[in-house]
């Protein structure tokens, strides 16, 4: 992409309405715009990311053995009112009614919707366990929308819902989703905690909250500080070893960690000078709830006995939209973003110091055009302006590489490659940078 061309309206002054560091610089870096309280647009640069977060909560998903479809965000309030949760929800519900005066709602979550869709296909053991997810938008109209997209009204979702015929078998498929979100916020760079959460009226110890640290997270958390070194599993995990999967699930839950929802001052103040307290942010949940949605919406299969039974369900929930400003909280410094390659909107900053050069030019469209059949996206400042402001605009929207070309370096045959992260810069020859870029 050239940015003389790029719709990236990006902001010189910080914006006033903003109180923390993503929410201020997703707006500086124009990658959203407020359409109105806690909704918002998704201008190009920041799409480009939602959409790569979003692949990689896919792409785990579905090594899981967890199977995509896309539901609706309108929902009729029959289902809910079937489950007995269209009082109980309260005014975070957006209500809406239709021309023939039926109630209808914008879904705020999936699991009558689901339990609906299941209960119509499957009758038998034999078609367990299953497993389904989607990723769309919900409404929740939280009471104070804040913080851009970390708290909206209207936010992008994954969830997934199980299947299964006994409490076994929801035990596997929590642990699948369990040991699946440790890789899938791994891979976005983040160190997110489980956390035992509140199983209510439903008890055990099948529900847990993700949460990354952040001074700017909403929830206090208190854990122990082993924690930050855990090591996540590997990448080819074997979701068919139930042992294997039992042991990890063990090892990330047998020390304390809880938010302060949660929190047992005794538990805490046993881990003496180990215990560690600091903010966090929820970025995933995941629960299992038994029979509470099945027995009453009658989601019943025959067992191998001829017996019918409500199937065990567990429902696991990523806040695929939150996270886009949770890697800014944990990915930025004073200049700008820092993303992590694996969500980075481009790979490469292509700055030309000398637009008009006939050599600069020429150079820089050879080395974008190179880049790009490589597979290496680049964005080319391409525009007149002066460098320490090109410098600025790349350092604010955080490419992980910048490669700088001026006619000084062209003179001895170098451009100059810098990296975000740790602001290091080399000279290297026009094949040498290449290289290191597309490797
Ligand atoms: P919170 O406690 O932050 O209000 P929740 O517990 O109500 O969240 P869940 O129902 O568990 O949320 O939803 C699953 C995930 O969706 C959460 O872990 C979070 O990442 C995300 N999420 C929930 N509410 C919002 C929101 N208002 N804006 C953006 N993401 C959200
Ligand atoms: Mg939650």
Request: net charge negative; proline share 18%; glycine share 0%.
């Given at each position: 992409m050239r940015l003389s061309e790029y719709f990236l309206p990006t902001l010189k002054e910080n914006p006033a309405?903003?109180?923390?560091v993503s929410h201020r610089l997703m707006l500086r870096a124009g990658m959203v715009r407020q359409s109105s309280a806690g909704i918002y647009t998704w201008l190009p640069l920041g799409l480009k990311v939602l959409r790569k977060v979003e692949e990689i909560v896919r792409e785990e998903q579905d090594k899981a053995g967890c199977q995509e479809l896309l539901m609706p965000t309108i929902q009729s309030a029959d289902l809910w009112k079937e489950s007995g949760r269209y009082e109980d929800y309260g005014k975070e519900m957006l209500r809406i009614t239709d021309r023939h005066d039926r109630d209808m709602l914008y879904g705020p979550t999936n699991e009558e919707l689901i339990t609906e869709v299941f209960k119509g296909a499957v009758r038998s053991?034999?078609?367990?366990?299953k497993m389904l997810y989607h990723i769309q938008w919900k409404f929740r109209d939280e009471v104070r929308p804040r913080f851009g997209v970390m708290r909206g009204r209207e936010f992008l979702m994954k969830d997934s819902y199980s299947f299964d015929l006994d409490s076994a078998g929801a035990r596997v498929s929590y642990n699948k989703m369990f040991v699946t979100y440790l890789k899938t916020f791994q891979r976005m760079g983040l160190k997110a905690i489980p956390m035992a959460a509140d199983t209510g009226p439903i008890g055990g110890d099948m529900s847990h909250e993700f949460l990354i640290l952040a001074d700017t997270g909403e929830s206090q958390v208190f854990c122990h500080k082993n924690y930050l070194d855990l090591e996540i599993p590997e990448e080819d995990i074997d979701f068919n070893d139930h042992d294997g999967l039992q042991e990890t699930v063990n090892k990330f839950t047998a020390e304390y960690a809880a938010t302060d929802e949660m929190h047992d001052e005794a538990k805490g103040a046993a881990l003496g000078s180990d215990l560690m307290t600091a903010r966090g942010i929820e970025v995933g949940h995941i629960f299992n709830f038994g029979t509470k949605y099945s027995e009453p919406m009658k989601a019943v299969v025959t067992t191998g006995e001829g017996k019918e039974v409500a199937v065990e369900m567990g429902s696991y929930g990523i806040g695929v939209s939150r996270l886009v400003g949770g890697i800014i909280e944990a990915s930025h410094d004073d200049n700008g973003i820092i993303w992590?390659?694996?969500?980075?909107?481009?790979?490469v900053g292509l700055i030309n110091l000398k637009t008009g050069d006939e050599l600069c030019d020429s150079v820089c469209e050879d080395l974008y055009n190179r880049l790009n059949a490589a597979g290496a996206e680049a964005l080319y400042d391409d525009r007149k302006d002066r460098a320490g402001a090109k410098f600025a605009n790349m350092d604010l929207i955080g490419l992980p590489w910048q490669l700088v070309v001026g006619p000084r370096g062209l003179k001895d045959g170098v451009v100059e490659l810098k990296n975000r992260a740790s602001g290091e810069k080399q000279e290297l020859s026009l094949d040498d940078a290449m290289s290191k870029l597309v490797g």
């Open positions: 309405e903003a109180q923390i053991y034999k078609d367990l366990p992590p390659e694996s969500v980075a909107p481009f790979k």
